[in-house]
């Protein structure tokens, strides 16, 4: 059974920081894209930042210079550091793990943790 479990999330004021990580299990993640999305209230899910198998990363334009996304495929997990912290980026996020191979998609999501982001 494949699962991603996030953690990290809680209570940070403007300007702070946070890192979440996303542990996975159940198959080879160092093959698939990796991404982090988020979903405030009210709004659809976003992409915040992908990472492909070969290092291509992707940004949202909100976030560019301000997150940085990363992985240690040897443990399985990906890592989102957010610095400078705003409150529009109060959100759940979402850890995602992607790949292709033909025409079969595996997808999977992890169960979300919460970023608050108020003084």
């Known amino acids: 059974q494949v699962q991603l479990v996030e953690s990290g999330g809680g209570l940070v004021h403007p300007g702070g920081a946070l890192r979440l990580s996303c542990v996975g299990s159940?198959?080879?993640?160092?093959?698939?894209?990796m991404g982090w999305y988020r979903q405030a209230p009210g709004k659809q899910r976003e992409l915040v930042v992908e990472?492909?198998?070969?290092?291509?990363?992707n940004y949202a334009e909100s976030v560019k210079g301000r997150f940085t996304i990363s992985r240690d495929n040897s443990k399985n997990t990906v890592y989102l550091q957010m610095n400078s912290l705003k409150p529009e980026d109060t959100a759940i996020y979402y850890c995602?793990?992607?790949?292709?191979?033909?025409?079969?998609?595996?997808?999977?999501w992890g169960q979300g943790t919460q970023v608050t982001v108020s003084s």
């Open positions: 159940g198959t080879i993640f160092s093959i698939y894209t």
């Open positions: 990472q492909t198998s070969g290092g291509v990363t």
């Open positions: 995602n793990a992607v790949h292709r191979n033909g025409p079969t998609v595996y997808n999977y």
